[in-house]
């Protein structure tokens, strides 16, 4: 437990799966139907980016710094026509800058419930604080991996699972592909998110690859520098089950214009969105 998100809150990577993240709760809420979603590696929930840990590293600045730099559009933005726009005015009306459950929670309905799951005795404490007396909102000091076995199906019968794990451990592809196939076993209309590294291709090659057999799986991807160097976080991607109606033809825009806000031009830069296994 030696990864604390707070070092990398706001990154290029962390805004990517956010602006998804948010997309597919959008794409959730237009059934009025209510969800789950479970957040299986929570994080603390907020970050203050002008604070330590986050000015040590200052990842942020080439991140959300930069989004936020741009102008809001006149309208105010926020509109579902232009999803990078929605994402950012949701950051910009949360204040510090939002993790996945800050998030979540913002765009859950009356009805939805958000289940949070961190084992960090720090950032478990502060997601409680934070969401004390929320009957909404569920936290738990618990193995993420586990709770996709113990917390679903829920009894809403519709979700979302963001599965967000460190990568401190060389085997997290694996444990991520089990926690797939357990949680698609025992839920199989939920909607899976999974966030992996690009650091290069091979690793990511076996992931999909143990995925086999599994249906109806996307894979969104941005990258700042052509993946090659092994010890460098050159992209990141959402490997997304039961994708939203809706999702391959509008993640790319998304993508494209976070590729564009966020790489320096020139270095091998992109985005695709790649079906890997059709429905
Ligand atoms: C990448 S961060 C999560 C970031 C967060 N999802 C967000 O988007 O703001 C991963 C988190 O998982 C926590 N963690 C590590 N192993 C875990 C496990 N097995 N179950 C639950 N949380 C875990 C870490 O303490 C860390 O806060």
Redesign the pocket.
Known sequence: ?N???AF??GNFA?VT??AL?VWLLDALARKPRPFLVL???????FADLQAEPATRTGEWRAGIGRLLADKPPASGGGGTDDPLARYLAIVRSLGLY????ALIRALLRPGDRLAC????PE?HAGLRARFAGDPQVGVHL??????VKALLPPPERRGLI?L???F?SPDEFATLARALRTGLARFPAGVFAA?YPIKHRAPIRDFFASLEGLRDLVAAELWLRAPLDPGRLNGCGLLVANPPYGFEAEAPALLDALCARLAEPGFGEGAAVTRLADE
């Open positions: 437990m990864y604390r998100h990398h809150a962390d799966k956010h993240l957040d299986t590696h929570a994080g603390a929930g939002p993790g996945s459950p799951c961190e084992l960090h950032d618990r193995d993420g991996y586990q709770a963001l967000d794990p460190p401190e966030w």
